[in-house]
């Protein structure tokens, strides 16, 4: 390989920054050295969110799972692991990861990890109930909460009157499964229903609807977070649903967040949001509904035993307790994919024990627990355990800024407002408030 290694910098810091995987290294430390735009992409943080902390920091609750933090431990690389998490936008992602240790001399220097984006394609694999071979109607919904209830009850209107639809809620409340219910029960019927998948950089999406919207079959066509499509493919989404608008698809999509908040900040067309918005309906987080927990085991458990033949009783009174007071922040998703993780681990339990409960979600209630703190554990306490000045002001200012956004119900444009700072400020503290 001709030139030196100076010549080369050039070369590899662009191959670096305009690789489809996501690239995070760091010293033996655990300190940053590359951490690449895809990895900022995927993990919804910033370089300036990671460049003075260390991955110990940043994963303090979350060892188990840092396969960069066991390869600077073991020395030994890990290579071909799925990971699926929520990011520090809320978004669902799933990885594989590669990630070796670096040598030099004999010495080990860091390690480097490369992550494989496949969100997209899990998402055409798996989808909650799809993999039980039914359809998905109301009937299979399960909901019992008043906030669900109206949901369904203004999807079903939607479903005679054939208007767009857009769905908003969080990643994970199942803002799919209520599009599919809405198809079953469009009328007239519509033929086939699509799901397009929407990405940042992907334009294949908007060549593949209107490869589609250019076929004379009626169809539901449902875009999924349509705010992941840059500007342009949105412009020419929405230009491509406008010519197809008197046909006869019924037009459904979903956001992931309040869709002012979204234009404002130039990740929503608002002529999109327009022509969507004809039927506007909020799926809202566990977090706000809980009482559709226990149902929704119940349901998991019963759809599971039709299947596997492995029968349980439902939960101890200890797990759901615990269940109930988690906030669930994949929602929905979240709870499934729990409730694999722990039926994998069943052998002779007549219900869900504390035992059987993974050790990532633990810690999860861990960190829940320590930020979930009476408010008075930051202003006082005694001589053996007061806070340095630092950690005291960042517990105030977590504690205030959670009382503003819950005050404005977490619209960013307003508490942001009343904050007197930016959107992008506020947007910042939130993501530090995270860590």
Same mark, same amino acid.
């Given at each position: 390989?001709?030139?030196?290694?100076?010549?080369?910098?050039? #070369?590899?810091?662009?191959?670096?920054?305009?690789?489809?995987?996501?690239?995070?290294? *760091?010293?033996?430390?655990?300190?940053?050295? @590359? &951490?690449?735009?895809?990895?900022?992409?995927?993990?919804?943080?910033?370089?300036?969110?990671?460049?003075?902390?260390? +991955? *110990?920091?940043?994963?303090?609750?979350?060892?188990?799972?840092?396969?960069?933090?066991?390869?600077?431990? /073991?020395?030994?690389?890990?290579?071909?692991?799925?990971?699926?998490?929520?990011?520090?936008?809320?978004?669902?992602?799933?990885?594989?990861?590669?990630?070796?240790? !670096?040598?030099?001399?004999?010495?080990?220097?860091?390690? +480097?990890?490369?992550? =494989?984006? @496949?969100? /997209?394609?899990?998402?055409?694999?798996?989808?909650?109930? =799809?993999?039980?071979?039914?359809?998905?109607? %109301?009937?299979?919904?399960?909901?019992?909460?008043?906030?669900?209830?109206?949901? !369904?009850?203004?999807?079903?209107?939607?479903?005679?009157?054939?208007?767009?639809?857009?769905?908003?809620?969080?990643?994970?409340?199942?803002?799919?499964?209520?599009?599919?219910?809405?198809?079953?029960?469009? /009328?007239?019927? $519509?033929?086939?229903?699509?799901?397009? #998948?929407?990405?940042?950089?992907?334009?294949?999406?908007?060549?593949?609807?209107?490869?589609?919207?250019? $076929?004379?079959?009626?169809?539901?066509?449902?875009?999924? =977070?349509?705010?992941?499509?840059?500007?342009?493919?949105?412009?020419?989404?929405?230009?491509?649903?406008?010519?197809?608008?008197?046909?006869?698809?019924?037009?459904?999509?979903?956001?992931?967040?309040?869709?002012?908040?979204? !234009?404002?900040?130039?990740?929503?067309?608002?002529?999109?949001?327009?022509? %969507?918005?004809?039927?506007?309906?909020?799926?809202?987080?566990?977090?706000?509904?809980?009482?559709?927990?226990?149902?929704?085991?119940?349901?998991?458990?019963?759809? &599971?035993?039709?299947?596997?033949?492995?029968?349980?009783?439902?939960?101890?009174k200890e797990v759901e307790q615990l269940?109930m007071s988690y906030d669930w922040p994949?929602?929905?998703?979240?709870?499934?994919?729990?409730?694999?993780?722990?039926?994998?681990?069943?052998?002779?339990?007549?219900?869900?024990?504390?035992?059987?409960?993974?050790?990532?979600?633990?810690?999860?209630?861990?960190?829940?627990?320590?930020?979930?703190?009476?408010?008075?554990?930051?202003?006082?306490?005694?001589?053996?355990?007061?806070?340095?000045?630092?950690?005291?002001?960042?517990?105030?200012?977590?504690?205030?800024?959670?009382?503003?956004?819950?005050?404005?119900?977490?619209?960013?444009?307003?508490?942001?407002?009343?904050?007197?700072?930016?959107?992008?400020?506020?947007? &910042?503290?939130?993501?530090?408030?995270?860590?």
């Amino acid at each position: 390989m001709k030139g030196n290694k100076e010549n080369l910098l050039p #070369f590899y810091k662009f191959a670096t920054e305009h690789a489809s995987v996501g690239i995070h290294a *760091v010293d033996k430390s655990g300190n940053t050295i @590359i &951490y690449n735009e895809k990895m900022m992409e995927i993990e919804g943080l910033y370089l300036t969110d990671i460049r003075d902390r260390s +991955i *110990v920091e940043l994963f303090q609750f979350e060892k188990e799972d840092s396969t960069l933090l066991k390869v600077l431990q /073991t020395k030994k690389p890990i290579q071909n692991i799925k990971q699926t998490y929520w990011n520090q936008n809320g978004q669902e992602i799933t990885t594989i990861n590669d990630t070796f240790p !670096i040598i030099e001399k004999n010495e080990l220097i860091g390690a +480097i990890e490369i992550a =494989r984006d @496949i969100t /997209t394609l899990e998402k055409l694999m798996y989808q909650p109930l =799809r993999r039980y071979g039914e359809s998905i109607t %109301f009937n299979v919904i399960t909901a019992v909460s008043e906030p669900m209830r109206k949901v !369904i009850e203004t999807a079903k209107k939607a479903a005679i009157t054939k208007l767009p639809v857009l769905l908003i809620g969080e990643s994970g409340t199942g803002k799919d499964l209520i599009a599919e219910a809405i198809h079953h029960s469009a /009328t007239p019927a $519509t033929e086939n229903y699509m799901t397009f #998948f929407c990405h940042k950089s992907d334009g294949s999406t908007v060549e593949r609807l209107k490869k589609h919207l250019h $076929t004379n079959d009626r169809s539901t066509i449902f875009c999924e =977070r349509i705010e992941y499509l840059s500007l342009e493919l949105q412009k020419e989404c929405l230009r491509l649903l406008e010519e197809h608008r008197q046909d006869s698809h019924l037009f459904i999509a979903s956001i992931g967040g309040d869709p002012i908040d979204l !234009i404002a900040s130039g990740e929503l067309l608002k002529e999109l949001y327009y022509f %969507f918005a004809a039927v506007s309906i909020n799926v809202p987080p566990l977090r706000e509904r809980k009482e559709d927990i226990q149902p929704f085991v119940a349901d998991y458990l019963k759809r &599971y035993e039709k299947r596997f033949g492995v029968k349980l009783k439902g939960m101890s009174k200890e797990v759901e307790q615990l269940f109930m007071s988690y906030d669930w922040p994949g929602n929905l998703k979240e709870l499934e994919i729990l409730l694999d993780d722990v039926m994998a681990l069943v052998t002779n339990e007549e219900e869900i024990t504390d035992e059987l409960l993974p050790i990532h979600f633990k810690w999860k209630l861990q960190a829940y627990d320590a930020s979930a703190k009476k408010t008075d554990s930051f202003i006082f306490q005694n001589d053996k355990e007061l806070l340095p000045l630092d950690g005291y002001l960042r517990r105030a200012e977590e504690y205030y800024l959670n009382k503003v956004l819950n005050m404005y119900h977490h619209n960013i444009t307003k508490a942001a407002e009343a904050l007197g700072m930016s959107r992008q400020n506020l947007q &910042y503290r939130i993501r530090k408030m995270k860590k």
